[in-house]
């Protein structure tokens, strides 16, 4: 079989809850499937000699390559050149490098935690992978890897969405329809409140008039047989 070279991309900061080090633990099961497979770690960070360590110690020196810091030129012809962009986070809140990768048109694979799960719709916009499973990364990569008709949808599906739903105009409609409906609901909290007031005054108001009756027949009474 001739065996064409596809290329991952990692793009992010190089610490623990970015995941690389399950992204490169996943690399024996993606070449065992797939001979020809590059895994490209863009950034820098406090990890980036454990992970050289963890590459070196799995024999993986001639299939990882560690880039260093890019700049947005040299980030935008990293994702050119890529055949699937992978972030294995544990731990992401948003996940805007994986916004980036999709607008760029790359296949993309995230880990279902925080954000990226979000994000991702799994086989229609990108693959889901369980976060901090190399087993479940490997096959997610190997997905796009073996089947460009869905590589080619993911990607075009992942674009328009990027562009539909995260564009300054939509987070902009987004944002004044939070407010409006914080201040609705300011309101109608007021409302409510001042509604519970009225009640509890006519409430008290009824209890003080039903004693005055009372008390006012108690003295009739007093007084008539005095």
């Given amino acids: 079989m001739q065996?064409?070279?596809k290329k991952q991309l990692f793009m992010g900061r190089l610490v623990y809850e970015k995941g690389v080090q399950h992204l490169i633990s996943a690399m024996p099961k993606i070449l065992s499937n797939y001979n020809d497979a590059k895994l490209i770690v863009a950034g820098k960070g406090g990890m980036?000699?454990?992970?050289r360590g963890q590459v070196d110690a799995m024999g993986l020196s001639s299939k990882v390559y560690f880039t260093g810091y890019l700049n947005a030129k040299q980030v935008q012809k990293m994702?050119?050149?890529?055949?699937?962009?992978?972030?294995?986070?544990?731990y992401e809140p948003f996940?805007?490098?994986?916004?980036?990768?999709?607008?760029?048109?790359v296949p993309t694979v995230v880990s279902d935690v925080g954000g990226?799960?979000?994000?991702?719709?799994?086989?229609i916009n990108g693959m889901k992978a369980y976060a901090g499973n190399p087993n479940s990364i490997a096959d997610s990569v190997l997905s796009i890897l073996y089947d460009?008709?869905?590589?080619?949808?993911?990607?075009?599906?992942a674009k328009a969405k990027v562009k539909e739903e995260f564009n300054w105009n939509k987070i902009a409609q987004d944002t004044h329809y939070i407010y409006e409906k914080a201040i609705?609901?300011?309101?109608?909290?007021?409302?409510?409140?001042?509604?519970e007031q009225e009640k509890a005054k006519k409430a008290a108001k009824a209890k003080?008039?039903?004693?005055?009756i009372v008390n006012l027949l108690n003295f009739k009474k007093k007084h008539a047989y005095a």
């Avoid at 699937?84 to 986070?89: E, K, L, N």
Wanted: include cysteine; proline fraction near 2%.
């Fill in 3 to 5: 065996w064409i070279t």
């Fill in 48 to 51: 980036l000699d454990d992970l």
């Fill in 79 to 90: 994702y050119k050149c890529a055949d699937v962009a992978v972030f294995p986070s544990t």
């Fill in 95 to 105: 996940g805007i490098v994986a916004l980036e990768a999709m607008l760029a048109g």
């Fill in 116 to 123: 990226l799960n979000e994000i991702v719709d799994h086989g």
């Fill in 148 to 157: 460009g008709k869905l590589a080619s949808n993911i990607a075009k599906n």
């Fill in 184 to 195: 609705c609901k300011t309101v109608a909290e007021k409302q409510a409140e001042e509604i």
């Fill in 208 to 212: 003080n008039t039903d004693s005055e």
